[in-house]
Protein backbone atom coordinates (compact mmCIF):
# COMPACT_ATOMS: atom_id res chain seq x y z
CA UNK A 1 0.00 0.00 0.00
CA UNK A 2 1.60 3.05 -0.89
CA UNK A 3 0.83 6.59 1.00
CA UNK A 4 0.40 10.27 -0.91
CA UNK A 5 1.40 12.85 0.39
CA UNK A 6 -0.48 15.92 -0.28
CA UNK A 7 1.39 19.26 -0.25
CA UNK A 8 -1.15 22.44 0.50
CA UNK A 9 -0.64 25.84 -0.87
CA UNK A 10 -0.90 29.62 -0.01
CA UNK A 11 -4.15 29.11 -2.06
CA UNK A 12 -5.39 26.77 0.68
CA UNK A 13 -4.57 28.47 3.32
CA UNK A 14 -6.21 31.59 2.24
CA UNK A 15 -9.34 29.40 1.75
CA UNK A 16 -9.74 28.44 5.44
CA UNK A 17 -12.44 30.16 7.44
CA UNK A 18 -11.85 32.92 9.82
CA UNK A 19 -11.97 30.88 12.91
CA UNK A 20 -9.34 32.47 15.89
CA UNK A 21 -6.47 30.51 15.31
CA UNK A 22 -3.13 31.18 14.12
CA UNK A 23 -2.83 29.12 10.46
CA UNK A 24 1.29 28.88 8.99
CA UNK A 25 1.65 27.11 6.01
CA UNK A 26 5.24 25.45 6.83
CA UNK A 27 6.46 22.34 4.35
CA UNK A 28 3.12 22.06 2.44
CA UNK A 29 1.20 21.16 5.95
CA UNK A 30 -1.23 23.48 8.07
CA UNK A 31 0.04 24.80 11.20
CA UNK A 32 -2.61 25.70 13.53
CA UNK A 33 -2.00 27.13 17.28
CA UNK A 34 -4.48 28.06 19.84
CA UNK A 35 -4.16 31.89 21.23
CA UNK A 36 -1.90 32.63 23.35
CA UNK A 37 -1.99 33.00 26.80
CA UNK A 38 -1.71 35.85 29.59
CA UNK A 39 1.94 35.99 29.73
CA UNK A 40 2.55 35.33 26.11
CA UNK A 41 0.89 38.39 24.96
CA UNK A 42 1.71 40.36 27.33
CA UNK A 43 5.48 40.34 26.50
CA UNK A 44 4.72 40.22 23.10
CA UNK A 45 3.00 44.01 23.52
CA UNK A 46 6.02 45.14 25.65
CA UNK A 47 8.43 44.28 23.05
CA UNK A 48 5.93 45.89 20.30
CA UNK A 49 6.12 49.06 22.51
CA UNK A 50 9.81 48.69 22.83
CA UNK A 51 10.34 47.98 19.34
CA UNK A 52 8.35 50.83 18.03
CA UNK A 53 9.95 53.56 20.32
CA UNK A 54 13.34 52.42 18.99
CA UNK A 55 12.65 52.52 15.73
CA UNK A 56 10.89 55.80 14.95
CA UNK A 57 13.79 57.10 13.32
CA UNK A 58 14.90 54.21 10.91
CA UNK A 59 12.29 53.84 8.57
CA UNK A 60 11.44 50.31 9.01
CA UNK A 61 7.54 49.28 10.25
CA UNK A 62 7.23 46.74 13.14
CA UNK A 63 4.16 44.83 13.10
CA UNK A 64 2.43 42.27 15.45
CA UNK A 65 1.08 38.67 14.28
CA UNK A 66 -0.92 37.82 12.75
CA UNK A 67 0.41 39.01 9.58
CA UNK A 68 1.62 36.67 7.18
CA UNK A 69 5.23 36.13 5.82
CA UNK A 70 5.74 34.59 2.70
CA UNK A 71 9.06 32.27 2.71
CA UNK A 72 9.19 30.65 -0.94
CA UNK A 73 6.16 28.26 -0.12
CA UNK A 74 5.78 28.06 3.35
CA UNK A 75 3.52 31.39 4.92
CA UNK A 76 4.57 31.97 8.89
CA UNK A 77 3.37 34.79 11.55
CA UNK A 78 6.45 35.37 13.61
CA UNK A 79 4.90 37.24 16.71
CA UNK A 80 6.57 40.46 16.11
CA UNK A 81 8.45 41.30 12.46
CA UNK A 82 10.54 44.16 11.58
CA UNK A 83 11.50 45.07 8.12
CA UNK A 84 11.22 48.14 5.05
CA UNK A 85 7.77 49.93 5.41
CA UNK A 86 8.08 49.38 1.54
CA UNK A 87 8.42 45.77 1.27
CA UNK A 88 4.82 45.37 2.75
CA UNK A 89 1.73 44.60 0.50
CA UNK A 90 -1.81 44.69 1.98
CA UNK A 91 -1.34 40.82 2.20
CA UNK A 92 1.76 40.01 3.38
CA UNK A 93 5.46 40.40 3.55
CA UNK A 94 6.43 38.87 0.29
CA UNK A 95 10.18 38.70 1.54
CA UNK A 96 12.22 38.00 4.56
CA UNK A 97 12.26 40.47 7.35
CA UNK A 98 15.24 42.01 9.49
CA UNK A 99 14.11 40.63 12.24
CA UNK A 100 11.44 37.67 13.49
CA UNK A 101 10.64 37.26 17.25
CA UNK A 102 8.97 34.68 18.60
CA UNK A 103 7.47 34.50 22.19
CA UNK A 104 7.76 31.08 23.55
CA UNK A 105 4.48 29.64 24.08
CA UNK A 106 4.31 25.51 25.89
CA UNK A 107 2.00 24.69 22.51
CA UNK A 108 5.10 26.45 19.93
CA UNK A 109 8.17 26.30 21.83
CA UNK A 110 9.29 23.49 19.78
CA UNK A 111 8.30 25.09 16.30
CA UNK A 112 9.85 28.17 17.41
CA UNK A 113 12.99 26.44 18.20
CA UNK A 114 13.07 24.05 15.64
CA UNK A 115 11.44 24.18 11.97
CA UNK A 116 10.99 27.78 12.16
CA UNK A 117 14.61 28.74 13.03
CA UNK A 118 15.24 26.51 10.17
CA UNK A 119 13.43 28.86 7.98
CA UNK A 120 14.20 31.73 9.00
CA UNK A 121 17.96 30.84 8.83
CA UNK A 122 17.55 29.20 4.93
CA UNK A 123 15.47 32.01 3.96
CA UNK A 124 17.74 34.65 5.21
CA UNK A 125 16.21 36.47 8.14
CA UNK A 126 19.26 38.70 9.59
CA UNK A 127 17.92 38.46 12.61
CA UNK A 128 15.42 36.29 15.14
CA UNK A 129 15.11 36.89 18.64
CA UNK A 130 13.66 33.60 20.76
CA UNK A 131 11.65 35.50 23.88
CA UNK A 132 10.72 33.42 27.13
CA UNK A 133 7.99 35.06 29.25
CA UNK A 134 7.96 32.35 31.58
CA UNK A 135 11.47 32.40 32.89
CA UNK A 136 12.24 35.76 31.23
CA UNK A 137 14.76 35.84 28.60
CA UNK A 138 15.89 36.46 24.97
CA UNK A 139 18.03 34.91 22.44
CA UNK A 140 19.60 36.78 19.90
CA UNK A 141 20.49 35.00 16.94
CA UNK A 142 22.16 37.10 13.35
CA UNK A 143 23.26 35.30 10.93
CA UNK A 144 26.74 35.18 9.97
CA UNK A 145 27.60 33.38 6.74
CA UNK A 146 24.37 31.87 6.17
CA UNK A 147 24.12 30.28 9.67
CA UNK A 148 22.51 31.71 12.97
CA UNK A 149 25.01 32.65 15.28
CA UNK A 150 24.05 33.82 19.01
CA UNK A 151 25.47 37.30 19.42
CA UNK A 152 23.07 38.04 22.82
CA UNK A 153 21.45 36.78 25.70
CA UNK A 154 20.06 37.97 28.70
CA UNK A 155 18.05 36.40 31.49
CA UNK A 156 16.12 37.88 34.14
CA UNK A 157 17.05 41.41 35.03
CA UNK A 158 19.79 41.79 32.90
CA UNK A 159 20.54 44.14 30.07
CA UNK A 160 21.39 43.40 26.53
CA UNK A 161 21.87 46.34 23.82
CA UNK A 162 21.31 44.74 20.41
CA UNK A 163 22.58 47.04 17.74
CA UNK A 164 20.26 45.30 14.30
CA UNK A 165 18.05 46.25 13.05
CA UNK A 166 18.27 49.35 15.03
CA UNK A 167 19.84 50.06 18.62
CA UNK A 168 18.01 48.68 21.61
CA UNK A 169 18.34 48.14 25.01
CA UNK A 170 16.11 45.08 26.15
CA UNK A 171 15.44 43.76 29.37
CA UNK A 172 13.32 40.80 29.68
CA UNK A 173 12.10 40.59 33.33
CA UNK A 174 11.23 44.88 33.02
CA UNK A 175 9.97 43.55 29.75
CA UNK A 176 7.53 40.55 31.73
CA UNK A 177 6.86 42.91 34.08
CA UNK A 178 4.86 45.33 31.76
Not at 2 to 24: K, Y
Not at 59 to 69: E, R
Request: proline content about 8%; charged content about 20%.
Amino acid sequence: MSVMAIMLTREDLDALPDDGLRHELIDGAFVMTPAPGLSHQSMVGALHISLVNASSKSGLKVLLAPFSVVLGPNVVEPDLLVAPAEAFTQRDLPTAPLLAVEVRSPSTGWLDEGRKLTLYEEYGVASYWLVDPSQPSITVLELVEGRYTQTAMATGDQTIEVTAPFPIALNPAELARI
